[in-house]
């Protein structure tokens, strides 16, 4: 652990302010690159809220003292013990520009109507999202609509770990895996099954093309919307601040990667706002990265529950009392209703057959992983098996002859899209195989013969790594290992 000073100058021409707040700021070892230069940006704005407060934190520029005016801290560089200057603009002229400064601190909440609750069909095989639901969320087809999920090992997987880590257990829970295997799509059933009395939802989604946060608070019964611009991340502190004082609140970071810079700022206000009070605080990620590399490191997080505690009854309780289960809207579904207790057995023997076969039940620490496998052609016979699940895919599968054997046919389709989309169900199940085929020629296109051969040796923690390209699978000895998705299964 290393402790700095940091002095507030203003920018340009490094001018002390005129009565300085010098900062002590404590820097663990682990922290470096972008998240250590965030990390001191947040640290110096929280102190010195009085005299930075008419700027944002993104404008605090980090300074060694004998620096050339223009220079700043090195990202890749080792902090060292000793002072360091910080650079803030100048407290805005009163007038105007104070009036369009305080403008632009707005929230703009939009109401969206009453808040949802997620519903069960076919004997608890699918889950359906309503177009209502995923509205603002970044989640679901581009073209928006309905979405029917298919509850696959993984995603009762996925499920079981954030209920028993984070709302019971008070853990900050990663969700990783390789992209287009439906973590966000799942993430965001579970929230739509918690009891609106006890629990509040704030769910953060990253989206690359507006380059802005989507927020949507699920508040009580009432669900509102807001969009946060990259520029404007001083507001993500003012959603954070405004969760109730009495009640749970659950936050989803969705679309987590380690660049843009935004977003591991945004990671770490989420992170500060988790231990300000974590019980009533409850923080989620969801990383849109085939693999975190150094942000996860186990060795480091305190036990928060011991294995001998969290084997017990945490482990085989998988939570659904909170599930609304009624009939889907849609007679032609003919949708089954299982009862509480069927859903919560389902539930409770795949998270114990899970356990098993993975290994994965051990104690529960401050932090913990949830490893999700892409999918293997044995989920995808089974999702289609599922009439309620097929009908709403059936359009992205190409050349079904009606006057055949319906099974058959069904089977025959799904091998040539398989060749194709792997193991994202994303690409097997929201496009056509045409698409599919194009979006994979597309990232291919993007890299060399050189990173695609360095891509293949170096795994999921290769920095030239290219996330679509990636699949992920545990092999029987429970080590987890990454390809391509439109490679074999690993074994």
Known sequence: MKEVFVQLVTAGSRTAFKHPIPALIQVADALYGPTLIAHLQIAVYDQCKSQVGHADVNELYICHPGSVIGSYLDPTGLLQDGMYIAEIPAVPEPGVITSMVRETLLLRWAAAGA??????????????????????????????????????????????????????????????????????????????????????????????????????????????????????????????????????TVLFLDGYAT???????ARLRCKKWHYEDKALHRLIYICSMAGVSKKYRRERYTVIRPSS??????????????????????????????????????????????VAETGRDEEVMSEMLCRLESWRFSDYQSAIRCDAFYHSVSDKFEGLNALANPAEEKARVLEQKYCIAGGSARLMFEVSSAKAFAALNDVIAEISNTDLMSQASSRALSPCAINRLQAGYYRPDNEYETCFIYAAECH
């Open 115 to 248: 808040r949802s609750q997620l519903v069960y069909a076919s004997g608890g095989q699918v889950a359906l999202l309503t177009a209502h639901m995923l509205e603002n969320t970044g989640a679901g087809r581009p073209g928006g609509g309905p979405l029917t999920l298919f509850c696959r090992q993984q995603f009762i997987q996925q499920c079981s770990d954030m209920n028993r880590h984070s709302i019971e257990n008070e853990a900050i829970q990663w969700i990783v895996g390789p992209p287009g295997i439906g973590k966000s799509c799942a993430a965001l059933a579970f929230a739509h099954t918690l009891d609106p009395a006890s629990w509040d939802v704030l769910w953060l989604s990253f989206s690359p093309e507006r380059e802005a946060f989507m927020c949507v608070w699920l508040r009580g019964g009432d669900k509102v919307t807001c969009v946060i611009d990259l520029t404007d991340l001083q507001l993500l502190a003012q959603v954070l601040n405004a969760t109730s004082p009495t009640k749970h």
């Open 259 to 265: 660049s843009p810079y935004e977003m591991e700022n």
């Open 309 to 354: 505690e969290a084997t017990g009854q945490h482990s085989r309780d998988v939570d659904m009392k909170y599930t609304d289960v009624t009939k889907l809207p849609d007679a032609a579904m003919k949708p089954a209703t299982p009862s509480e207790t069927e859903l919560r057995d389902a539930g409770m023997k795949s998270s114990v057959s899970s």
